[in-house]
């Protein structure tokens, strides 16, 4: 067939769908059809009119059909009030038994710490501590009973408690993953504590006026607690009662239930952080009244959040009860670079891409960069002695500091935090450099080559990145990551984007990291909680000790770790304490160099996305196949 007349029979129908699409139709069905049309059209034309305009016109429409088809849909906050709505009810009524269970539980163990009280006053010592039992003796003689939650800095009271709670309530679900036993031990501390506690103030006549100023903002602590223990118990019990499911299976179903009603409970551990720090602190001149409808109004939220709108949400749609349950079932299709992601997918594939590559990217780092990054640490460490003589109170921060550098306070700091800007960029390069020779054994040789024709325009990429994380405080970092989406993609595009200057790259990142922007954030946001949960039992987060006593206020393993090799090397050394905190040191580097690839991992996964909903390369790929399959014998592909 001419040209001509190739282009007369199917004017009509192209016209149509440049309306259409102008039209912005999301009618799927039409969209199919055409999708159909014009790939068979495309695949004609590129048979017999290669080198013919008609064949560009019609690339272009079949990409237009092809991101109409595969586009997503714009979605936070639909997507947010529908897990608050339905999936987020579902799941809470899906754990009642456990939630119940760490109920009972934890008012087992009260009951228990206030009996023993009434039989040894002297116990409250024992689970209290002396200074502290002694501090609210003299509170007492004051006339001024619950002294001890008053504090000249609110905000910093606000900030100080808040962190706590958060802490302690991600732990008790945390160390749900070992069996439960370590919830269990959690709900029996803090159980027996409140227990004693308030049997403490009976037997000194002063429960109502306890109950008043302490459950203004325990109503939401406490109760933060025990959820939080019921979502620990629910994901051991993954581990433990696995069912028809295999135990890997069993704990994904429960890990994703519990930690939902972990994320769930944080606005309630803000407010009573809120509560303690700016009521309960005025609760002596505050009416009766006003306590009693604060502790009734915040028990009232308790109960319809976590009983009766689950209840009401599970009796509306009692067939979503049990669909959760294919989750663990569902196949995977083989991994891919240019594939539309949504969050999940593209978290999911990062995962699935760290964990069958880890052993090649992690050989250039281990070899190239450990021994760089030994020196700079030894650097710093004999020219900062002083650090190391203390125990800090944030320890990770003061630890991180120590070895980057980035408090500036000499010259040699900002030499080595320099130096660990290109520390990070080859880090980068390794795991770019995998996305790249994907199907292939790593090559020393041919991975220098590429390091240094990309070491330099990486590290231009990641400048603003490097900036952001070296010169903000840490208490900024948090807000900072609004900023991180649009800038994450300027590595991975300078590297795998095949056209244009180095100018020209940065700009499209910077466009590809303003089109992903949700994707990033909500990816990057769910990979922090996620990496602060499972630190907490080895290294807490915050990782804060006592500026009193020097002691970390609830330990992790590495401080356990810490204190016994204290004690040994104070047998052969006076510097013990320089020892434990470079044993910390090791464990944070250990950390980093499994952090950063990551989120390099991550940054490669969201661009290779965003490239696909942009230019739609793996529909291009599709192309070329056609007229290439085996004629006779059917393939996989074909039944796809």
């Not at 040209?3 to 259409?20: A, G, H, M, P, V």
């Not at 299709?333 to 699935?352: A, H």
Request: aromatic share 16%; glycine share 6%; charged share 20%.
């Amino acid at each position: 067939m001419k040209e001509t007349s190739f282009i007369e029979q199917n004017r009509k129908k192209w016209d149509r769908f440049e309306k259409l699409y102008a039209s912005k139709s999301e009618d799927p069905e039409e969209l199919s059809d055409l999708y159909m049309d014009i790939t068979n059209d495309l695949g004609y034309a590129q048979t017999f009119y290669k080198r013919r305009t008609v064949r560009v016109y019609l690339n272009q429409l079949a990409q237009k059909v092809f991101s109409g088809v595969h586009k997503q849909k714009g979605e936070p906050l639909k997507k947010l009030l529908q897990v608050w709505q339905v999936s987020l009810p579902l799941e809470i009524y899906r754990s009642r038994k456990n939630l119940l269970f760490a109920l009972i539980a934890f008012l087992v163990y009260a009951i228990l710490g206030a009996v023993t009280t009434s039989i040894n006053p002297d116990f409250p010592r024992i689970v209290l501590g002396d200074g502290y039992v002694e501090m609210t003796l003299e509170n007492i003689a004051k006339g001024n009973p619950l002294g001890v939650y008053e504090s000249d800095d609110q905000t910093a009271m606000f900030i100080r408690i808040t962190t706590n709670n958060l802490k302690v309530a991600f732990l008790t679900f945390f160390v749900g993953f070992f069996f439960t036993i370590g919830t269990h031990l959690l709900l029996f501390s803090n159980g027996v504590m409140l227990g004693s506690f308030q049997s403490y103030f009976y037997t000194k006549g002063l429960l109502l006026t306890s109950f008043l100023g302490i459950w203004i903002h325990g109503a939401f602590e406490i109760s933060s607690i025990v959820l939080a223990g019921g979502a620990g118990i629910t994901v051991g019990s993954g581990l433990l009662f696995p069912g028809s499911y295999s135990r890997l299976q069993a704990l994904q179903l429960s890990a994703k239930r519990g930690l939902k009603i972990m994320l769930s409970l944080v606005p309630f551990i803000i407010a009573a952080g809120f509560l303690e720090s700016f009521v309960t602190q005025n609760y002596d001149v505050l009416p009766d009244w006003s306590k009693w409808l604060i502790i009734a109004f915040s028990f009232s939220m308790i109960l319809f959040v976590y009983v009766i709108y689950p209840i009401i949400v599970a009796r509306k749609y009692p067939h979503l009860i049990e669909n959760e349950e294919l989750f663990a079932r569902k196949e995977r299709k083989e991994w891919s670079l240019y594939k539309l992601r949504n969050t999940g997918d593209i978290l999911f594939d990062s995962f699935q891409f760290y964990r069958l590559n880890f052993g090649k990217f992690i050989r250039p780092i281990i070899s190239f960069v450990l021994p760089l990054v030994l020196i700079l640490v030894a650097i710093q460490d004999y020219s900062r002695i002083d650090d190391l003589e203390i125990e800090h109170w944030f320890d990770w921060m003061g630890q991180l500091t120590v070895m980057m550098g980035f408090d500036f306070v000499s010259i040699r700091d900002v030499v080595i935090a320099f130096s660990w800007t290109f520390v990070f960029s080859f880090i980068f390069l390794s795991v770019f450099w995998t996305f790249l020779s994907i199907d292939s054994e790593f090559k020393t040789k041919d991975f220098m080559l590429f390091v240094r024709k990309k070491l330099m325009q990486v590290w231009l990429a990641n400048l603003l990145l490097y900036i952001v994380v070296f010169c903000l405080p840490w208490y900024l970092l948090l807000g900072a990551i609004l900023l991180v989406p649009l800038i994450s993609l300027l590595g991975p595009t300078v590297v795998f984007y095949e056209n244009g200057t180095l100018k020209e790259k940065l700009s499209k990142g910077f466009r590809f990291g303003t089109g992903s922007f949700g994707n990033m954030l909500i990816s990057l946001i769910v990979t922090v909680l996620l990496i602060c949960l499972l630190m907490q039992p080895f290294a807490l987060v915050f990782s804060i000790h006592n500026e009193y006593t020097n002691k970390p206020q609830i330990k992790d393993l590495l401080d356990m770790f810490v204190e016994t090799a204290r004690r040994f090397f104070e047998l052969y050394s006076e510097n013990a304490v320089v020892y434990g905190n470079i044993i910390r040191q090791i464990f944070y580097l250990t950390f980093i160099f499994i952090l950063v690839p990551f989120f390099a991992v991550l940054a490669g996964v969201c661009y290779f996305s965003e490239v696909e909903k942009k230019e739609a390369r793996s529909l291009k790929q599709a192309f070329q196949q056609f007229g290439k399959t085996n004629r006779y014998k059917e393939s996989k592909e074909d039944f796809e």
